[in-house]
């Protein structure tokens, strides 16, 4: 389950998201941009509340700053918790802990990473073909 809640204040607009950030995420998710005004300048995308995410929620979460960033927004995403990170850091084929994806994600080139390679895995995913580049295997 997800939930989605959008505050504007000002020509900032904060989106805090809470639960499973999944592929069934996404509409909810890419509708909180929808009623954002002409003279917002700032996203806040705050993921405090997110206790799981896939590929898919990733994917979300990319697609959502990149339409910010279209709109001319200034986005930065925070409260990145335990799991997303070690998602992320999967994703991108960064071994240990403390690998600091969190604030790695500020970078352009590091989310341009991510959703190459998580756009790979759900595509070997929904087709079973291959080898995915993250592992289902639990615990990992």
């Known amino acids: ?46 993921l405090h509340g ?10 979300h979460v990319l697609e959502l700053h990149r339409r910010a960033e279209c709109l001319g927004l200034r986005v930065l995403v925070i409260g990145w918790q335990p799991q997303p990170q070690q998602l992320m850091a999967q994703i991108a084929g960064i071994r240990g802990p403390g690998s600091a994806t969190g604030e790695r994600y500020a970078l352009a080139g590091f989310r341009r990473l ?20 993250l592992s289902t295997a639990p615990g990992e």
């Not at 997110?50 to 994917?59: E, F, K, T």
């Open 1 to 46: 389950m997800n939930t989605t809640q959008v505050q504007h204040c000002g020509s900032s607009v904060l989106v805090s998201v809470g639960g499973e950030l999944d592929e069934e995420a996404g509409t909810v998710l890419q509708q909180a941009l929808d009623g954002v005004a002409i003279d917002a300048r700032d996203l806040m995308v705050d």
């Open 114 to 133: 991510l959703e190459q390679r998580a756009q790979h895995d759900r595509h070997f995913a929904d087709f079973g073909v291959g080898t995915p580049i």
């Open 50 to 59: 997110v206790v799981s995410m896939d590929s898919g929620g990733l994917l």
